[in-house]
């Protein structure tokens, strides 16, 4: 079992990771994310989420686009890998993969990108785009996928599928990756895990309890084995790290209590159909409370909330259960993501290094 990977979810969005008015030292311009990504990089984290945003669908007015940011970061930095996120129905995905494949280049390797079927309608019926039912998003993010895999490993492209067409198209020049280019993808419904299970390298999970979590790893496993293929797993929590329990959760309490309600029932009102509009009822939010909603990926129900001790623990116990890639967000995010990259991720390594000598962890 290789050793766990550390990506952070980059504040391109303005509010920071969290629905609410307590005062957080959070920017979302581009020099914020800059030094943001700096220090994640000298702190030991490996990965880098760049949120895909157009609307400010809870509040959050502003946005920087995620490729293109992460094209400035690329130039910032020098080991630290950049996952784009993207819409299907927004871009086509023959641009798309000539965008990635340039990254590539000009980050040497360093490129990824989050497939994102998208859940905000206004999204795409505000910029005059059609709006597809839930399982209909996913179908057309498979055949994105298919798509750029396609350019990515031939030295012409033919596509036909129900929503994209592609006949004789070169690709060049292809990405410095080829074909271990990384794509991820989240979703919890049935229809993102066959997604995954057929198309996805990494599955991005929500915010879940570590029984939440086995369940969806199981069942993508399955799925996947089905397919001949096999996917890793990333698993989501808001960070926390204080000297003391009794601090951290004092801090996450004014977190919630401080909540922007109408923001929070906005986003809630939002994210309605991609929860519920599934047959089993299971899609992404579908049984949050208004608590989980406060962090918009259900980061606090992971549980990475205590001392640097009680966090290496919890993400021990994330791994043991087959995660293999921890996704933080964090509230200050200066000095709480250098906190999490010098105290949390070096303590983890230790436990990961005694669980595999004893054959724990193989």
């Known amino acids: 079992m290789s050793n766990l990977q550390f990506a952070y979810w980059v504040p391109n969005v303005s509010g920071g990771l969290v629905v609410s008015k307590a005062e957080q030292q ?13 220090i994640a990089e000298e702190s030991g984290f490996d990965l880098a989420l760049l949120q895909t945003r157009f609307f400010a669908s809870y509040g959050a007015e502003y946005q920087l686009e995620a490729v293109t940011l992460a094209s400035a970061l690329a130039a910032s930095t020098s080991k630290l890998k ?24 000009i980050s040497d390797g360093r490129a990824a990108v989050n497939i994102v079927s998208g859940w905000l309608k206004d999204e795409f019926t505000g910029f005059g785009e059609n709006w597809l039912e839930h399982d ?8 994105f996928i298919e798509v750029l895999r396609e350019l990515f490993t031939k030295e012409k492209a033919n596509f036909r599928g129900d929503f994209y067409q592609i006949n004789d198209a070169p690709a060049k020049p292809k990405p410095v990756q080829g074909a271990d280019f990384p794509i991820f993808q989240g979703g919890n419904s049935t229809a993102a895990k066959e997604m995954a299970a057929k198309h996805s390298d990494y599955y991005f999970m929500n915010g879940n309890t570590l029984e939440g979590f086995e369940k969806q790893i199981k069942e993508v496993r399955a799925l996947a ?15 926390i790290v204080r000297d003391t329990e009794e601090e951290a959760l004092a801090q996450l309490q004014e977190i919630i209590d401080d909540a922007h309600t109408e923001a929070v029932e906005g986003f809630r009102e939002s994210v309605k159909q991609a929860g519920q509009s599934t047959g089993d009822k299971e899609g992404m939010w579908a049984n949050d409370t208004f608590k989980d909603l406060v962090q918009y990926n259900s980061g606090f129900k992971t549980g990475l909330i205590g001392t640097k001790e009680q966090v290496a623990d919890r993400i021990i116990e994330l791994k043991k259960i087959g995660v293999d890639v921890v996704l933080t967000a964090h509230f200050h995010y200066e000095s709480d993501l250098e906190r999490f990259g010098k105290e949390v991720i070096p303590l983890v390594k230790e436990k990961e290094e005694v669980l595999q000598e004893e054959g724990v962890l193989i």
Not at 85 to 98: I, N, T
């Open 82 to 105: 950049l996952i784009s996120a993207v819409h299907p129905g927004l871009w086509h995905p023959a641009v798309y993969a000539k965008i990635l494949s340039t990254l590539d280049h």
């Open 225 to 239: 084995e089905k397919e001949g293929r096999t996917v890793k797993f990333a698993a989501h929590g808001f960070a």
């Open 26 to 38: 959070t920017g979302w311009d581009f020099e914020s994310n800059k030094r943001y990504a700096q």
């Open 136 to 143: 209909e998003r996913y179908r057309r993010s498979g055949e």
